[in-house]
């Protein structure tokens, strides 16, 4: 690695203003006699030659103080986490980290590591995986240097992920997760030793908590074909000690390709959930929901799934209604509506669907509330429940303009009276 090297690289791999933010950050450093190093993923990304979704910066100073004088002046979002010295700042959906060096001490499996002060060697020893403990210089008399003494290089040129010690997966089990995420997304095998460790240990994945297990899920949704990570999931026991009720095989697995397909590269994660859930009842997917610490919008998601599936029967009737199949769909979320229709293959169900979606969604009574006050009807429930007459017989066809809705709330009128 050389100077230019890595200049060319964050000159044509990072947004213009990372580059120069970086490039500040290491003149804010000089200036200050302090070694800054890039550090983790971009460090492997770099090697990679491939474009990094984050930066992160270490030094043996106060972070937060350092990182706070970098960005003075700048209108960016910038938060600090005291007990790891650390400043996160969120530059236009850049993120990027700024720590200090420190060592790190896991007083339980699963709970969060106590912090002690470190060097850059200690800071890289606390990392997940060999590929992600390697540093790179910004310092002016060696920038451009590589700073790897875990020999993650030579796990990257042999394509091969492996933990850095045998405590790392009992450390922080969420690593069992991104081992099957980073092996799915750069196309590296988890070594047999690491492998050995992730099958042993993955019994204590529900010690991270939900929130941070949910965090992981979501993280697996956003990779270019999350399935492959839930098979390797399935076969190597994680699945089942993170969502006990959640099977993976080929069948979900083809459905979120067919998802994409249908739906573009970046289905909805609340799509991937639903499509999770297909084979859940009722009380499981409610399980899956409080597991998962799921937000109000995706547990709706679920919840409306569920409902789908009471009226799959129904649904896939000839003879159904408009007004009844607008009846049963109105009220679910969109994301549901459309991980039904990749989950069922019956072309009456997706017709339906798609006669909803593309039509029934959008009928509305010409008359409105208003119209009806005009007309003599009193304010009060009355109206609402007219409304929705009208609604359901303009459905199914049988009053298409707003003559005929006006012709129809007259006679019922007149029927009320006699």
């Given at each position: 690695m050389?100077?230019?090297?890595?200049?060319?690289?964050?000159?044509?791999?990072?947004?213009?203003?990372?580059?120069?933010?970086?490039?500040?950050?290491?003149?804010?450093?000089?200036?200050?006699?302090?070694?800054?190093?890039?550090?983790?993923?971009?460090?492997?990304?770099f090697l990679l030659n491939k474009t990094p979704k984050d930066a992160d910066l270490v030094l043996a100073a106060n972070a937060i103080k350092f990182g706070q004088g970098l960005l003075e002046g700048f209108n960016y979002k910038a938060t600090l986490h005291p007990r790891f010295n650390n400043l996160s700042a969120d530059i236009n959906g850049f993120k990027l980290d700024i720590s200090t060096a420190r060592n790190e001490f896991y007083p339980d499996p699963g709970k969060l590591p106590e912090v002690l002060e470190g060097d850059i060697k200690t800071d890289l020893f606390r990392r997940d995986f060999k590929i992600n403990a390697m540093a790179l210089s910004l310092s002016p008399q060696d920038f451009g240097c590589l700073v790897d003494p875990y020999n993650g290089l030579t796990d990257l040129k042999q394509h091969k992920l492996s933990v850095l010690h045998p405590k790392s997966f009992r450390d922080d089990p969420s690593r069992i997760w991104r081992a099957l995420r980073y092996s799915e997304r750069l196309g590296f095998d988890i070594s047999s030793e690491t492998l050995t460790l992730l099958q042993r240990d993955a019994q204590l994945i529900p010690l991270i908590g939900a929130d941070r297990l949910r965090y992981e899920m979501e993280c697996i949704f956003k990779e270019a074909k999350p399935e492959n990570i839930l098979l390797k999931a399935e076969e190597t026991g994680v699945l089942k000690n993170s969502l006990p009720f959640i099977k993976a095989d080929n069948w979900p697995a083809d459905k979120f390709a067919e998802a994409r397909n249908m739906y573009g590269e970046n289905v909805s994660p609340e799509i991937y959930l639903c499509l999770l859930s297909v084979r859940l009842d009722k009380p499981q997917a409610e399980a899956l929901i409080t597991g998962l610490h799921l937000s109000k919008y995706i547990s709706a998601c679920l919840r409306d799934y569920q409902c789908l599936a009471e009226h799959l029967a129904e649904l896939g009737r000839v003879d159904l209604s408009p007004s009844r199949l607008y009846g049963i769909l109105v009220k679910c979320k969109k994301e549901a509506r459309q991980a039904f229709y990749i989950a069922n293959d019956n072309p009456i169900i997706r017709k339906h669907l798609m006669l909803f979606q593309e039509e029934l969604s959008g009928i509305k009574p010409c008359l409105k509330g208003i119209d009806l006050l005009t007309l003599g009807f009193a304010p009060g429930p009355d109206i609402k429940a007219v409304l929705a007459e009208l609604l359901n017989l303009k459905l199914d066809g049988k009053i298409p303009s707003r003559t005929d809705e006006i012709d129809y709330v007259k006679r019922r009128q007149a029927d009320d009276q006699v």
């Amino acid at each position: 690695m050389n100077a230019e090297e890595l200049k060319s690289f964050l000159k044509n791999r990072l947004p213009p203003e990372i580059n120069r933010l970086i490039l500040h950050a290491a003149e804010l450093a000089a200036s200050q006699n302090l070694h800054l190093y890039l550090v983790g993923g971009l460090v492997r990304d770099f090697l990679l030659n491939k474009t990094p979704k984050d930066a992160d910066l270490v030094l043996a100073a106060n972070a937060i103080k350092f990182g706070q004088g970098l960005l003075e002046g700048f209108n960016y979002k910038a938060t600090l986490h005291p007990r790891f010295n650390n400043l996160s700042a969120d530059i236009n959906g850049f993120k990027l980290d700024i720590s200090t060096a420190r060592n790190e001490f896991y007083p339980d499996p699963g709970k969060l590591p106590e912090v002690l002060e470190g060097d850059i060697k200690t800071d890289l020893f606390r990392r997940d995986f060999k590929i992600n403990a390697m540093a790179l210089s910004l310092s002016p008399q060696d920038f451009g240097c590589l700073v790897d003494p875990y020999n993650g290089l030579t796990d990257l040129k042999q394509h091969k992920l492996s933990v850095l010690h045998p405590k790392s997966f009992r450390d922080d089990p969420s690593r069992i997760w991104r081992a099957l995420r980073y092996s799915e997304r750069l196309g590296f095998d988890i070594s047999s030793e690491t492998l050995t460790l992730l099958q042993r240990d993955a019994q204590l994945i529900p010690l991270i908590g939900a929130d941070r297990l949910r965090y992981e899920m979501e993280c697996i949704f956003k990779e270019a074909k999350p399935e492959n990570i839930l098979l390797k999931a399935e076969e190597t026991g994680v699945l089942k000690n993170s969502l006990p009720f959640i099977k993976a095989d080929n069948w979900p697995a083809d459905k979120f390709a067919e998802a994409r397909n249908m739906y573009g590269e970046n289905v909805s994660p609340e799509i991937y959930l639903c499509l999770l859930s297909v084979r859940l009842d009722k009380p499981q997917a409610e399980a899956l929901i409080t597991g998962l610490h799921l937000s109000k919008y995706i547990s709706a998601c679920l919840r409306d799934y569920q409902c789908l599936a009471e009226h799959l029967a129904e649904l896939g009737r000839v003879d159904l209604s408009p007004s009844r199949l607008y009846g049963i769909l109105v009220k679910c979320k969109k994301e549901a509506r459309q991980a039904f229709y990749i989950a069922n293959d019956n072309p009456i169900i997706r017709k339906h669907l798609m006669l909803f979606q593309e039509e029934l969604s959008g009928i509305k009574p010409c008359l409105k509330g208003i119209d009806l006050l005009t007309l003599g009807f009193a304010p009060g429930p009355d109206i609402k429940a007219v409304l929705a007459e009208l609604l359901n017989l303009k459905l199914d066809g049988k009053i298409p303009s707003r003559t005929d809705e006006i012709d129809y709330v007259k006679r019922r009128q007149a029927d009320d009276q006699v």
